[in-house]
Structure formats: C-alpha cells, structure tokens
C-alpha cells in the first residue's frame, strides 16, 4: 500500500514531489471521454516520467508478439496509442531552464480538485535571491470536448528576471509498448496560421484498418510580456515570448488547445474546425470556458455523487471513482467504450473488455441518463457484423465477441484468452438483459438487442458439442473468468451462462415480430435446437460437496485456500511461476461466483452461501474485476466483514496502489466497484425482478452513507443508517419498491428501520 | 508430392533448373557434423534463393516473443544461425555475371552423390557465339572437420573469352527467422595473410550466453589464369583472378576454406590454426582430399547401408535418410546433438529435442559405434545442472530437461510446450534405458545414467500431486506428445512413463555403491516415496472401451476418425483454427502408442492392438516422428499395408516434400523414422530383453531387404525376402538370438525360413 495523497473528499493534495512521478502522474490524470492526458508537467521533467496524451478511438494496429502463429490467431494487437503532446510550455528564468527534477523549489502543492474536473500547481522557485512564484491551472473541458486549457501564473516575489515562456506541441511522441520499437505517427502538415498547429497521420498499416488524422492547434493568450518568434521544425511548433519581471511583476499565459481528428472532422476541415474552437475560447475568456467546464461537472455530481459519513479515505475513494470514470466516458459517442486505462496510460491495449458489461454497465444505468448508458448497447450493436467475422476466424458460426478491440475485431494476443476466455458473449448478453429489467423497457431488447442475442446463440450452439459417452452437450477448450486456468473443459460458469443466453433468446424470440424473425432467418427447428441444448448442457456439480465444480478436474486438485500461502508468495502473479499457477486451485477472480452475481435471482441462498464458502476462500482477487462480486456476494450473504473488506480492496485500489501497478496507468473499469459495492452490496439493491428491491444496511466503519440513483425517469436518493434507510424522491413519478421484501411505495419520502426483524425476514 | 530428383539408389540428379530453388537448396544440403550449408550456388544467384551456412554449436539468443510474459517463461529464444558464407566464387565471362536464374545454358546436370558425398553441378553456358563448360564439384570434408573445398573447372568450347573467378567470403549474413530483423554478427578482424580471411564474433546479447568467434580462411589453387588483385571491405575478402581463354582452354579452381571457432580454438589462435589447415590440404592437394573424404563415407556406409531390392524409390530414400543424418552428426563433440533441420535450415531454432532419444538414438546404437552413439547420452548428462535450473526456474525440484536447447537451458517460447510438455524427461530416462539394453553394459548406468535418473525422479515426485479425492497421484497441466491438445490432465502417456521413470530409478539405485548414495544424497524414505507414488498413479483407463485414455476428458469429446476429414481440410494445421484443433479429437503424432512403443516389452499384443485400433485412425500423423511409431507397431501387429503407408510417409518425407515444407530445410531428427521401420518394424528387432530378437518379414512391395546392426562389438548383417531371413556374422563373436521366439546361435550364418507357422508361434 502506497498513498500519495493527502485524505480530502473532494480533493487530491500534496505538497510532495514524488519519486514514484509514474504514480503520481497516473493519479493526476484528467481527461473528458473524447481526450485526456497523464499528470505530466508542461515545464517538463528531466527525470523518470512518462508522457502520455491520448485520444478516444485514435489507436494503431500493432504487430502481434506470438511464440508461433496459428490459425485464428488475431493478426494485430490493437493500441491506444500516445497522441501529440500538447501541454507543454518550456519555462526558462534568466536562461535557466524550469525543471522540479533538479531546481529548488519551496511551498509546492499539487492538487487536483474532482468536483471541478481542475488541475493545479503552484510552488516558489528559489535560485540565489531570486524567488519565483508559478501556479498551473489545466483542464479539459467537459463542455467543449475539442478543448484543452492549460494556464500559468507568474509572479516575481523577490528580485528580478528575464522570463520565457514557451507553449508548444510536440509529435515527437512514442508508445512505451510499442511491440517493435516502431513509430505509429506521420507528420502531415503544420503552420502558425491562423494559430500555430501540427497534423500528423497514423502510419500505414499491413492490416488495412482505418487511419487517423489528428491536427493540434493552440491560441496563446499573453499578459506580461511579449512574443518574439516561433519555431516550426519537424514535428514540432512553438511562440515563443519573452520579457523582463521586476520584483511583484506577474505574467500569465492562457494555452487554448484544440484536437480535431478526421473521427469527426474530415482532413481538410481540420484547420477551420480548430481555429473555430479556439477562437470561441478566446471570445469566451479563460474565466468563461472555465465556468462551463464547472457547470457540467456539477450537473453530473448532482446525478452521481455519493456520500460517506464517517470515514473519509471511503469518501475520497468513491468520490476519485466516479471522477475517473467520467472522465473516461460519458456516453457521448457510441463508437466509444470504457478502456481498461482510460486516458491514464497505454498498458493493455484495446479499448474494450467484458469489463464494460460486468462492472460498467451496471453502475451507469444508476448514474447517468439513458442517452448516456444507452450508448454502451448501441456499440455492441454497430459491432455485429464483427463479432461474425471473429467466430468465422475460427471456423465458428454466429457471433463471438472479442475479448479486447477497438472496432469490433479481436485484437488480443494470447490464444488462451483470444479465443478460449468466450464467456463474454454472455456477459454481452447480460448487458442488454441487465439493461432492458433495469429500464423496464423491451424496445431495444426486441429491435437491435435480439439481433446480437441470435448471433451469440449461434455461436453457442455451433461452440458446444454432443459428448456421446455423456449424453450431454459440453464446451471443451475454454478459459473462464479465473484465468489462472486455461483451456479447460466444462467450466460451470461458462456452460451454465451458455444455456441461459440460449433461454434467454428463446424468450426474447417468442415477443418479437414476424418480420423480425424473417430478417433474423429464424426457425423453429433452430429454436427447438438451443432448447435441446440449454436443457441437456453438462454443468458440473459435485453431489458430495455440494457445490457447482469450476471446471471438470478442478476438484482433482490439490486444495488449498489462500491462507495457506506464504505473504512473501503474495500476489502469486509476481511470485510463482505460470505452471504453478495454473495448477494451483487459486483463483484469480470470481468465477462460479460471477455466475452467482449474475444470475442471482436464479440460486438460493444455500447454493450461494455455500459456492462462496467454497471458492471465496482460494481466491487471491488479482483481477481488479474480484472484490466487487465478492463483496456484493458477502453482503447479501450478511458477510459484513468480508464484504467491507471487498470494498476497500476495489474503491481505494489506485489511490492507495494496493497491486503496485497503478504507475502503469489506473484501473478503469473496474473503478465502478466501489460504487457498486456499495449500492448493490450495502444497500442490496436489486433490479432483476420487476420491482425495485433493497436489503440494505450499514457497514459498522461508517455512520452512514447516501447515493442518487437514476431509475425510470426518476432520481432518488436514498440515505442510510444504522438505523435506518430513507428514500427521497427528487424527480419523477411515486414508485413502489421492495424493501426488506415488503412493497412500499415512495411519494416523496420513506424511511424503514434497519433492525434484525427486517434481516431476518429475508433469510 | 513434389519430387525433384530422379530416382536413383545412390544419387540426387536432376536436369532441371527448379522454380522452386529454396526446395533444392534443401535436399542438395551437405555437412559434416561440424559445419554444413546448403545448396546454394557458388556464383550467386539473383532470384529466390535461401542462402545457408551453419556451424554447429554457434548460435544466438534471439529475444523471446510471447503475448504476455509471465514467470517461468523463458529468457530466450535460441537460434541456429547463419554464419559467413564461404562458398562464392563470383564468375564473369566478359564482364557478364554469371547468373543462371536468367542466362542461356545447356545440359545442366545437378548431382548430390550420396556414397562419396560430394556435389556436383555442370552445365554450358551459352552467349551469342561462345560458349563455356562449368563443372563445380564441392563437400565438406568428413576426414578434416574444419575444411571444405570447392572445385570449379571452365572450359571454353566455343569461341575466346575472358575469365574472371572471385572466390570470396561473406559475413552480411542474416537469419530469415530473426524475431526483430536484428543482426548477430560483428566484424572482429580480416586480412589477406598468410591467406584471406574474415574473422567474426556473435553479437553481445543481454542474457550473457557465450559468445562465439569464427574465423573462415581460403586457399585458392588456380590454374589458366593470374591472380589480379584482392579486395577487403565491411565483412567481405576476396581474390580475383583474370586471363584470357581460347577455345579449348581450361581454367581450374580449387578453393580449400577452412573454417575455426572459438568453441575449439582460442581467439588467438585462429589465423594459426585456420592456416594450418589450409596448407595441409594444398600439400595434399585436390585429389588427395577428396581421397581422404571418401574413404571415411566408405566406411560409414560400410556399417550403415541397407539394401532395398525391388524398389529403387525406398532404396534412395532410406539412403538419404541415412547420409542426411552422418551429415548431420557422427558423434565427433560431446556438446553437440542432432538438431530439427541439421545444417539446412534454421526454421524451428535450437539444437536439440526429445527427439534425440525418440529417434535418433535408437537407430544410432545400431548403425555406429560405441563411441558415437554415446555421444548422445554424455550430452545430456553434461547438461544435468542446466536441468536443474530448468525446474527451479518452475518453481520446482529436481531436473528438467529442456524441449529445446542449446546449453541445457529451456530456449523454446511457447508456455504450453515448455513447461508442460514436461514428458521429454521421460525420453531422456528411457534413452538410458536403451542404451543400457542394447550394448549390455551398466557401467554408464551406474556412473553417470544415475545422476540423471535420480534428478528426473527428483523432478516428478515433486511435479505430481496427490489428489485427495482421488486418493492417487497426478499430474496437471501437461502437454502430451500429441501437441494438438494444450494444458490437459493426467495424459496417460506421461503419467505412465513418469511412473515408470521412478521404477527404473529405483531398480538402479539397488544397484548402485554406497559413494554414489552418499554423493547422490539418496535415503530410504525418498525412495519409498517413489514407489508410493508410482504404484499409485493415476492412469486413466476406460473399462468400457478397454483402452487407455490418453487424458483425463479426451472420451468426453465428439470422437471422430481421421477419414471423416474432407481431404481440403488436411493438413488440419494449415486449415483448421487452433481452437477447432485443440477441441477435436485428431491426434498430431503417437500419444498413448509412444507409450506402448517406448515400453513394448511391458504391455500385452491385446492392449496394443485395442489402443492401436481405437487411436491410429484418429491421428493425422501430421509430426513428422509419427508415422515411425505407428509403422512399428502395425508391423508388429500384423498391419503389414499400414505398416508399409507409414514407412514410406517417413522415408521419402523429404524427398518427395510430403509436408510440403521441405523447402524450409529437411527433417533432420526424423530421419532415422525409415531405417527404424525397416528394422525394429518389417525385421521386427528388439533388445528389450536380454537377448537380441526378431520377428521379420518382407514387405509385398519389395522382394527383399538387407541391412546392418553393429551389436555388442559385432558387426551383423541381415537378409530378409519373403521366404527367407539371413543373418551374417560379419566381425566379432558368435551370438545367441532370438527368431520368431526360437533361439538360434549365430556362427557365420544362420538362415531361418519366413512362414505361417513361425508367424503364427508370436501370437
């Protein structure tokens, strides 16, 4: 555990210049779903960093690394890849270069402020009599979401200096995991009319897919001193401006930045486009596109903000969640996901994981609009005609989705997870059926989310096979979620989730219309087949332990649970080989327990409680998707200890760096774990069945703690005690709900006491 | 099939220019154990053409490629490499490059003479009015491992013409299969005195493996015309030499290279030693060389030959086994093995597999001396502590043995072959074992074989587990000799031969002195450990079927046979998904039958004819060390027509490029596959037991066979038609055999007829 910043429930502060700046840059990150970038430093930094700016949906077809290529493996691995860099402003006193990594500096302070979305630095920079004071402010604007601003504050406090100030773009720029040392960047044009700008391309690639063209622009802003001259050279464009400071003299510099890329804008538009936003922000003034950006974050806090009473490291790890998360995504555009870095790092590559249906997902239906959370299903969809061509890549018909990519096509490279890990079609599958209870509303399910269904039934269908010496259908050869096991046959959660996706179309296919079916090419013989399927599918189950077996030989092994290992063996991924590891029974994250998180409302109690008893014990939880299933599992299991010990593992996971790897950029998609710890574990909630449903209690650490919730055209909040939970309704039509298993209707306010009768009734 | 070369018991020939350059690169390949190229043209050749050079034991760690490195994965990725190229002799006749890919010329004759060793091309070269005779004849000596000869004979037939020959040596080498287009070569030193030559030292690498110099050094005898001058540049050193010819003017070049490693020699004593080499054979001169040259392949052949009568197609093949693999190794180097492509190719990297003990050995023992096949087995045994390594790299105890290897140390990449197809431990006990049977003498098995035994014991009773619910031991996560199935439980094949590993060792180390327990640090209780688990390890059986299960769910599959397979879809691994692959039930090479092969003397004709009926028609014999196995064992069972499909499927595998990837360079290690087959197949040779066995007969294919076994200090020859089996006791002591279960003493002769009854007798 490693905390870098001070405890505050709105804030990041420190008054550290770090050694570990990876880190620190990580947790600094700030970003607006179309851009974002690392917590670099504009002066620049002479020592360990690494810079990073990327752009949403701008990525490159990487050569793949594979020990011997084989037929359906992927010909490409995908990467968010590090965009020009467009915030840096060389400083220079007296012809001394500004770097923090060598100059004396006193009173530094670095914060970045989450319900504003801001950026700040400030710090006296001392050199014989000369003091200096600078204060950084950056952003990226959540209302314009082409627009970067980056301002500097300069005040001579004692003594007096020649001062350059020089705001430039740099395309100099490469990919740490760059699998060949390769450039992914061309330039293609740059100029300082009608403000300095830099184009540059995405290189050919043997692969074919889609290059980008993202053109930089920046308009300076200048009190204080003058411009003398700028600099184009290759890749590379600068103002510089220059002028002498007496002591109380102060400058400032206002950098408004504009990214256009041919996403959006075509290539020769790209000029106009930028200047326009740029000019607009000049008219609006650092002041007013400040103010815009505030307002928006404060409408999304209105809709998502939680609260914790009584502990403000929990207070301050949500609160950090959500930040990062809408600073990934916010549903602005369907040809966008949540990648598992965001805009913090490039480790990983892809932009999209079954993270988004598993952990997304489902906290966005809460806390943002359908416009927003929408968009996640709409992506899937504009990716069908992919997810064929993935399964016909291995010979497969219907639709496999991938397990990473960025347009649909599997861009992952490793074969155990490529093409074995296929249990996220039915995490797909998931998404809509999760959507469609949530909303209440079946006119995506049956429009475009039937589409996706029948292709991943197909898959399914094709995927399984009839064991004679069985009479069973079986799926050999796959990973599940716990991928400290590969290629095994028969793994419960993958088979059991399998048959419900077949269920689940069969269902769906009974509503829709004739003319959907004639467009899906449906028939009866084909839906009597996933209904053979689905009710002869082979779903391991151990009759002596009485639990679902994870796999066909797991029990086989030699078991142990965790406690049983060394801290030094501790996390085993850095400590034991991968031989042991995949034939260890640890677990890396939920497996038969995703099954029982996913289809919760499908097992009782007793098979959940005893499944958890059984697994829970020999995971390790070194995926960051484990501890939020685990600890939603234990609260409805009234586990209270395990589940906040869940919690703690997911909300604080990067602000407290517990697997050691957030220099490497945070964990995206599994931020949302918190969130959901809290409001699906703590607060029980349920939204399966028709009716809102809570269970809800408070963790013996807190005194209490109340979210928003977006549910059918309404926001509640709902406050919890531990005495007591009570629901304000402040928008939207009177509901009923289910609490403690007893309906209840919300007007504008209801509360329910919290006591052991009311616990009781649910067991 | 594609076969190049006519038919012809003792040569190579053919009149043909090939389209397909790099597959007669290949077959034209010679060496000599210690270094070996391959078929390229000594002038140069300006289309397609894969130039080869290769001295045995140099080679460089290339950087692993894998998706995702994890712990235990290997460091490197170790390479065969291409080294200076020694054979150029640019031609120009009237300043016109001589280059066949687009000159005029006749009668072309290209002829690999297999008994003496030697390659020969001719051919007129035709322009206008003139017209000139090449004859190049070149082989590496098998009498002076370090030199090799090229000798080039112009003659003008038509018209006048000037000559110019440069014979040249070239270091601007590079590997086709460099995983990062990086080079391995340095340029250390070069010069003209006492004769040109071109010093060379493997780059410095990051894993600090030794580096490796080479010094190449020639000797150009002229006759016809006058050196001119000579030329030195970046990795290059020639001579040139000029004249005038008339028609009927005869030009003769002999250049002698010698060729000197830091492997042998000290770097300072290179130019000393290369020079030696060449001045004794100039002293010797041409003839006398080649003299020396043949006489050794004389008496290889001597000891080695069979003799196919009726089928001029398998006599040529089996011939080209047999040089191919003299070529390859002869056991001169205690560090060196039979590598997957020899000195023709460096597809696959590495210099040695399992394959050693699968194949080589077996057919070594017989057709070479003591002191060459032994060899093979202090290799190993010298590369005991990088065995250990192997396993502590795993986490694990006791020695593992590496699936491919320069040094001892794991240097393949691929996580699902190197840690898993951990069964080539079991290879190289039994190859101790076969060694011990076949020569009769324990003393290398009590003095070194132990060592060995005892670490891979060591090894297996710390990789089994003990399965509680099973209450016997295991082994997880294996890949079997069928590497069509990845990461598969309790493969019955090494589970059997892991048992069978502990037995052996534990019968040896009854055997053994007090020293060698002491020095071994063996005590009771870990030899009762050994018999613990032995005697209690899990192999999966199938009562039902009455076959064993090659691994724990292979029944569940959706069993198929090989003959269902639409003929497109085959070779399955150039057009099936890996996925489809690892989830059929189509068997690469021999799995449960390599078992019933290596330990034939320990299961029943019923066990081996019911695992042989219910596996062989699944396997797609798609290794090439399967069909070997199975032609054995059909001999063996009486399948005389599958026993004849599989000898000729090994035999002419190359020759008639059955894979259809020869042009990457030959089979190197499977070609013992068809001397194997005749031998231990149609002759029906075992030496198991204490005495030497035979079960022959003749294939209706074939009027006859004969070959040779050196055996116990004797040198035997066999005779096999279809009435008759001979035996000639050509040197040593008479001899008690075994002949169709009868025992027979062996004087001089002894004849025994081929009958029904003396069939019938084995039943």
């Known amino acids: 555990m490693e905390r870098l910043f001070e405890i505050n429930p709105w804030k990041l502060t420190s008054n550290k210049l770090e050694k570990n700046k990876r880190l620190q840059e990580s947790l600094t990150s700030i970003g607006n779903g179309y851009m974002g970038l690392r917590g670099n430093f504009e002066e620049g930094y002479s020592k360990d960093t690494h810079i990073g700016t990327y752009i949403a949906g701008v990525w490159f077809p990487d050569k793949t690394k594979v020990g011997w290529w084989k037929i359906g493996y992927p010909d490409y691995f995908g990467k968010v890849i590090n965009a020009t860099n467009f915030i840096p402003v060389d400083v220079y006193i007296n012809d001394h270069k ?42 990226v604007s959540a209302s314009v979401k082409e627009l970067a601003v980056v301002n500097i504050k300069v005040q001579v406090i004692k003594g007096n200096a020649q001062l350059s100030l020089i705001p430039f773009m740099d395309g100099n720029v490469v990919n740490e995991d760059s699998n060949y040392q390769e450039s992914f960047w061309d330039e293609i044009n740059k100029g300082s009319s009608p403000y300095p700008f830099l184009t540059t391309r995405t290189k050919e690639n043997p692969f074919g897919t889609e290059q980008f063209t993202v053109t930089t622009m920046m308009g300076n802003q200048i009190k204080g001193i003058r411009k003398q001259r700028e600099q184009i050279k290759s890749m590379y464009v600068d103002e510089q401006f220059h002028g002498s400071l007496s002591v109380g003299e102060e400058v400032e510099l206002t950098k408004f930045i504009s990214v256009i890329t041919s996403r959006d804008v075509s290539d020769q538009d790209h000029i106009e486009k930028a200047s326009q936003v740029i000019e607009l922000a000049i008219a609006n003034g650092w002041e007013g596109v400040l103010h815009d950006h505030k307002e928006e974050w ?61 952990c997304i997902l489902p906290m966005y239906l809460s806390v943002t609009n359908e416009e927003t959370f929408k968009q996640l299903l709409v992506y899937r969809h504009n990716q069908l005609d992919e997810a064929y061509v993935n399964a016909k890549k291995q010979g497969l018909e219907g639709a496999l989705y991938p397990m990473v990519t960025f347009t649909g096509i599997e861009c992952h490279n490793e074969w155990e997870i490529t093409f074995e890990e296929i249990h996220r079609n039915a995490a797909i599958a998931h998404g809509i059926f999760n959507y469609t209870t949530y909303t209440g509303n079946e006119s995506y399910l049956l429009k475009q989310g039937i589409d996706i269904l029948v292709g991943i039934s197909r898959f399914w269908a094709n995927r399984v096979h009839y064991s004679e010496s069985n009479k069973q259908y079986m799926i050999h050869g796959v990973t599940g979620p ?282």
């Open 482 to 763: 716990n991928e400290y096991e590969n290629n095994v046959s028969n793994n419960w959660y993958t088979n059991t989730m399998a048959a419900w996706c077949l269920d689940y179309t069969r269902e769906t296919v009974d509503k829709i219309g004739e003319d959907k079916w004639v467009e899906l090419g449906l028939s009866n013989p084909e839906i009597e087949n996933w209904r053979e399927i689905s009710q002869n599918m082979y779903r391991p189950i151990s009759e002596e332990l009485d639990v679902f077996i994870q796999h066909d030989t797991f029990l086989d092994k030699e078991l142990r649970t965790v406690d049983t290992l060394e801290p030094t063996e501790r996390p085993i991924n850095q400590n034991w080989s991968w031989d042991k590891i995949l034939r260890s029974p640890f677990i890396k994250q939920a497996d038969v327990l995703q099954g029982l998180y996913f289809l919760n409302h499908m097992f009782t109690r007793e098979e959940k409680e005893r499944n958890f008893n059984f697994y829970e014990p020999m995971t390790v939880h070194e995926s960051s998707l484990s501890p939020l299933v685990h600890s939603i599992l234990a609260s409805e299991l009234g586990k209270t200890d395990k589940a906040f010990e869940m919690y703690e593992r997911t909300a604080r996971l990067d602000l407290d760096n517990y697997n050691n790897d957030t220099e490497d950029g945070l964990h995206i998609t599994s931020m949302s774990g918190g969130w959901l710890s809290i409001v699906h574990g703590f607060a029980g909630m349920r939204t399966y069945t028709k009716e809102l449903t809570f269970t809800p209690y408070c963790p013996d650490h807190w005194q209490g703690y109340e979210f928003k919730l977006n549910y059918r055209g309404r926001l509640l909040k709902v406050k919890v005690n531990h005495q007591l939970v009570e629901f304000y309704l402040e928008k939207g039509d009177p509901l009923n709900m289910v609490v403690f298993n007893r309906t209840v209707t919300l007007k504008e306010y209801h509360s329910v006491p919290i006591n052991k009768r009311n616990a009781e009734d649910l067991l």
């Open 98 to 139: 500004l770097d923090l990594s060598k100059d004396q500096i006193d009173q530094f302070v670095l914060e970045l402020d989450m319900k504003q979305g801001i950026l700040t630095r400030s710090f006296i920079w001392e050199k014989n009599d000369l003091r200096v004071a600078f204060r950084f402010t950056r952003f």
């Open 298 to 358: 404060d409408d999304r806090w209105n809709n998502a903000d939680v609260i914790i009473t009584g502990d403000d490291a929990s207070q301050q790890g949500i609160r950090f969640n959500i930040f990062q998360l809408f600073s990934t995504y916010y549903g602005e555009d369907p040809r966008l996901n949540v990648g598992p870095k965001g805009f913090t790092g490039e480790k990983y590559g892809g932009a999209t994981y079954w993270d988004t249906e598993a």
